[in-house]
């Protein structure tokens, strides 16, 4: 995840002082797009097992630790999918 931060932060810096187009238009590159869903799939890895570990750790009722953590999953597949949409939305061009 370290590797990708500071591609990451070279994107944004790129995306500075630019209007929507602009920022669309980096965006929808190829290469930044593969930067960026790589690093959505890392994020939402490491919010997923994160998470998963201060829920088994500090829930202690077995059904609720249970359904904390399938919600957990849940949560963490729609953000990286939501995201993953967006990334390709923004570089087909549509």
């Given amino acids: 995840m370290a590797l990708l931060i500071v591609p990451v932060i070279v994107v944004v810096?790129?995306?500075?002082?630019r209007n929507q187009a602009g920022a669309a238009q980096i965006l929808g590159s190829l290469p930044i797009a593969i930067i960026l869903l790589l690093f959505i799939v890392a994020s939402a890895w490491h919010m997923k097992i994160g998470m998963q570990v201060v829920i088994e750790d500090y829930v202690h009722n077995e059904k609720l630790k249970l359904a904390?953590?399938?919600?957990?999953?849940?949560f963490c597949i729609?953000?990286?999918?939501?995201?993953?949409?967006?990334?390709?939305?923004l570089s087909s061009g549509v």
């Fill in 13 to 17: 810096l790129m995306l500075l002082g």
């Fill in 68 to 74: 904390s953590v399938m919600a957990n999953n849940f």
């Fill in 78 to 89: 729609a953000v990286a999918l939501a995201s993953i949409y967006a990334i390709l939305k």
